[in-house]
């Protein structure tokens, strides 16, 4: 008699189950360590422990790449022999997809799951037989039951539904507000949504459940409601001796805008579920992409995922190709972009020519310290991306002989694929340089301004750019002035600022060469002034109203200061939109 053997499949089938299982768990143990971490924000900004506050957001950011690494680490111990065996991780994502069916954070799930992959596979480009690949909310269920915001109906008083969500979404905070307060926010909400529009009435107001908290601010994020429009409504809160009240009423989708902003580090809110609150700030800045959004509440590596589908949908329908980006060209980077897609693309060179002393290493440390930074509404986002794919047919020739040429290193020709092994992405702006020469004097002088201001702000967080010259900064569509090449930024401890000692002799003044010993780190403030290319107007506000970047004794103050622990106030909004206006 012959004994029955079991079913080859059967073994495979278990083993994805147990892998399936896994990565679950890993993706489960994600979300409550980056939710543990969120949650301490309500505590930290109601006790003011601002230094707190810094070290959550550096811890969180090593939240995902800790419980991945766990992850795969226990997959190749389960998996043996068949760590690699493709099939078998086809029958896992399946048996995956079984297992969060109706999960709150599905797309998060799966991006989970296809970084688990790429670990593995360090796949170049996609591979949808283990993979998931466009699933753009497709499979995200309907959620039954309470929704993620809340409704305070207006009726006869705005008033009154502005201190009814007051009382409601600051419990258990020490907040101090009046009906002084809920008045005079009333009042800026019905100025703003009857001014110049149709006579629509104002229904309702409707607020995320969460706060959302960030450095030394906490956000009420809602939206005002009546017939088919819809008004943003962001309120600041502050906490200033333990007093929290409201600072700033921001009701248009550009103040929103800039608060979400890229250039600014992400929010600790207490997402349940992150789709039905993407959803929901869509509403109020319907022009900003998804990717960002998700970004903003931390989700980063999903946001990778979001701006890559974009990207690939993007080039299916489009006939635009890769090029070099316009502006002039940097000696540590070489930048592309697609005309159409609002994002570029940076390859690190090979080699850098003189006077670069870098190397590769020490860039991508830069980039890496950016992004564990405060970015205090001054430094772009740049997402890493390693083993992508493209068609050759993509690029234009001059931007692929520039590739070929001076970054072969990264950027490989295989077949019709162009395969590039690592690179950045940061949200396009227009470089400085350009804007200065077009835009009028008013519009120049505005920009040397912020110019100005986006250096002060870059050092209130103890950043230093390092090379102050007006192609290393650009502008945003709202016109803000923000930093983006980062290869010789350092932390303000970094350097030692140093007053230009007098001259000894008379013919010290004419001599190339400094006559005095400067070591690696000195800077001397006094220098500025040579690499501003401002003239005329511009040069003359900026001047007026930043002549203290000039000194050293602005720069060693501010270093004693951060030294000591002071974190300074950086407000993403403008004086007019504060309810006491300085």
Request: one cysteine or more; proline letters at 5%; charged letters at 25%.
């Amino acid at each position: 008699m012959t004994t029955a053997q079991p079913a080859v499949a059967s073994l495979p089938a278990s083993l994805a189950a147990r892998g399936a299982h896994l990565i679950r768990a890993g993706f489960d143990a994600y979300e409550r360590s980056f939710r543990a971490v969120t949650r301490r924000a309500r505590a930290r900004f109601e006790s003011r422990d601002w230094i707190g506050v810094q070290q959550d957001a550096s811890e969180r950011l090593d939240v995902y790449s800790t419980e991945l690494g766990n992850v795969v680490r226990e997959l190749r111990s389960l998996l043996g022999s068949k760590f690699t065996d493709k099939h078998l991780w086809s029958t896992m994502r399946q048996e995956y997809a079984y297992g969060i069916a109706g999960h709150a954070g599905g797309e998060l799930a799966e991006t989970f799951f296809n970084s688990a992959t790429r670990q593995v596979f360090t796949t170049a480009g996609v591979d949808p037989e283990i993979e998931f690949v466009d699933f753009r909310f497709a499979r995200v269920p309907p959620f039954l039951g309470r929704v993620a915001y809340h409704t305070y109906v207006a009726g006869d008083s705005t008033a009154a539904a502005v201190e009814a969500l007051l009382t409601d979404r600051t419990s258990g905070l020490t907040y101090a507000h009046g009906p002084r307060d809920a008045t005079a926010i009333a009042g800026r909400i019905e100025q703003a949504w009857h001014d110049g529009k149709a006579p629509t009435p104002l229904e309702a107001i409707e607020v995320l459940e969460m706060l959302f908290f960030r450095r030394k601010g906490a956000y009420l994020i809602g939206r005002v409601r009546g017939g088919n429009r819809v008004m943003p409504m962001v309120l600041a809160l502050k906490n200033v001796d333990g007093r929290v009240t409201v600072d700033a009423v921001l009701l248009t989708e550009r103040e929103v805008s800039i608060v979400f902003s890229f250039t600014r580090s992400y929010f600790h809110a207490d997402v349940q579920r992150p789709y039905e609150v993407i959803e929901f700030l869509r509403s109020l800045m319907p022009s900003k992409p998804i990717a960002e959004l998700y970004n903003a509440l931390g989700y980063n590596r999903h946001g990778k995922t979001e701006l890559f589908r974009d990207l690939q949908q993007h080039l299916a329908r489009s006939g635009d190709r890769f090029d070099v980006a316009p502006g002039a060209q940097g000696m540590v980077m070489v930048v592309f972009t697609l005309p159409s897609f609002d994002v570029v693309f940076k390859v690190i060179r090979d080699r850098f020519a003189a006077p670069k002393q870098t190397t590769r290493a020490r860039v991508q440390d830069r980039y890496r310290l950016v992004f564990r930074h405060d970015r205090a509404g001054r430094l772009v986002d740049a997402q890493e991306f390693e083993h992508l794919s493209f068609d050759r047919a993509h690029f234009s020739q001059r931007l692929l002989d520039e590739l070929l040429s001076t970054a072969a290193d990264s950027v490989k020709v295989q077949g019709d694929q162009v395969v590039i092994r690592h690179l950045y992405t940061q949200r396009r702006v227009r470089p400085l340089d350009l804007y200065m020469k077009e835009t009028n004097e008013v519009g120049q002088i505005q920009a040397a301004l912020d110019y100005g201001q986006a250096i002060r702000d870059l050092a209130a967080t103890s950043v230093f750019p390092g090379d102050l010259l007006l192609k290393n900064f650009g502008v945003t569509r709202h016109g803000r002035v923000v930093f983006y090449d980062y290869d010789e930024l350092c932390l303000l401890d970094d350097c030692a600022f140093r007053t230009m000692p007098e001259p000894r002799y008379p013919e010290d003044e004419l001599a190339a060469e400094p006559q005095f010993y400067v070591g690696p780190h000195d800077i001397f403030p006094e220098e500025f002034p040579r690499f501003l290319q401002l003239a005329g107007a511009p040069l003359g506000a900026f001047m007026e109203a930043h002549n203290a970047l000039f000194t050293s004794g602005f720069w060693t103050d501010l270093q004693r200061r951060l030294r000591e622990g002071h974190v300074m106030d950086l407000h993403p909004y403008e004086a007019g939109a504060r309810l006491d206006q300085p």
